[in-house]
Nanobody
Framework: QVQLVESGGGLVQPGGSLRLSCAASRSFLGNYAIGWFRQAPGKERDGVSCINIDDATTYYLDSVKGRFTISRDNSKNTVYLQMNSLISEDTAVYYC?????????????????WGQGTQVTVSS
């Protein structure tokens, strides 16, 4: 069974950076669009970013535009989320998931296989 594994989360001070990775258990990531979601305690899981198979089209949540960058390396079966200028509101568990294509606004129902999540905490 195919699995996704997120890594790279941790504790960082405001203004700092983290790079999250989403690795697939076998060579199939190149066949899917990949989305990143986040869920803070007591809140819904929101779509943060998405990248299509062709790398040419991406989506970003308004609040992360200019700070987060999504990219993929199909040869390594990995998708990345570079997060810069982090703020406390970015604190959440971050998940990656697969889809046939990036929706106009990524929603949980559009995505199939999910990872287990990685905690990101932005705090001084």
């Amino acid at each position: 069974q195919v699995q996704l594994v997120e890594s790279g989360g941790g504790l960082v001070q405001p203004g700092g950076s983290l790079r999250l990775s989403c690795a697939a258990s076998r060579s199939f990531l190149g066949n899917y669009a990949i989305g990143w979601f986040r869920q803070a305690p007591g809140k819904e899981r929101d779509g943060v970013s998405c990248i299509n198979i062709d790398d040419a089209t991406t989506y970003y949540l308004d609040s992360v535009k200019g700070r987060f960058t999504i990219s993929r390396d199909n040869s390594k079966n990995t998708v990345y989320l570079q997060m810069n200028s982090l703020i406390s509101e970015d604190t959440a568990v971050y998940y990656c998931a697969t889809a046939r294509g990036c929706p106009t606004v990524p929603q949980v129902a559009n995505f199939g296989v999910w990872g287990q999540g990685t905690q990101v905490t932005v705090s001084s």
